[in-house]
């Protein structure tokens, strides 16, 4: 295995998250967060955070992100912006482009878009 700094986000308990859109739950809209949020769930539209976003591994996601740091174990369509760190692994699929400081993809994983590193 390998070493990637500002991993952390891999063993965040959900007591660190401040929202939660658990596996019942499809919501539709424009989600602006200044802490760390956890989608499990169905998300539709944009999503803003000054922090960390995960999506977990039976997420489904059709929406752009804008983030600190992004995390990707399920699937994403839309683009995906990390100010720090975009890591998909090898569970998670991407469907858009991306564009970050620092990028992981993990053999396995699903990516088809265009990548920026800024």
Same mark, same amino acid.
Do not use: H, Q
């Given at each position: !295995?390998?070493?990637?700094?500002?991993?952390?986000?891999?063993? !965040?308990?959900?007591? #660190?998250?401040?929202?939660?859109? $658990?596996?019942?739950?499809?919501?539709?809209? @424009? *989600?602006?967060?200044?802490?760390?949020?956890? *989608?499990?769930?169905?998300?539709?539209?944009?999503?803003?955070?000054?922090?960390?976003? =995960? =999506?977990?591994?039976? #997420? *489904?996601?059709?929406?752009? *992100?804008? #983030?600190?740091? =992004?995390?990707?174990?399920?699937?994403? $369509?839309?683009?995906?912006?990390?100010?720090?760190?975009?890591?998909? @692994?090898?569970?998670?699929?991407?469907?858009?482009?991306? #564009?970050?400081?620092?990028?992981?993809? $993990?053999?396995?994983?699903?990516?088809?878009?265009?990548?920026? !590193?800024?």
């Amino acid at each position: !295995m390998f070493d990637v700094k500002d991993t952390d986000f891999f063993e !965040m308990e959900d007591e #660190a998250f401040d929202t939660i859109v $658990e596996d019942d739950i499809f919501f539709k809209g @424009t *989600i602006k967060l200044k802490k760390p949020f956890l *989608i499990r769930g169905k998300l539709e539209g944009k999503i803003f955070s000054d922090s960390d976003v =995960v =999506v977990d591994s039976n #997420a *489904i996601v059709n929406s752009d *992100i804008e #983030a600190s740091r =992004v995390l990707v174990k399920g699937k994403v $369509e839309g683009k995906i912006i990390g100010k720090e760190l975009i890591f998909v @692994t090898s569970t998670g699929s991407v469907d858009g482009d991306i #564009a970050t400081k620092k990028v992981v993809l $993990e053999p396995g994983c699903i990516f088809t878009g265009k990548c920026s !590193m800024v």
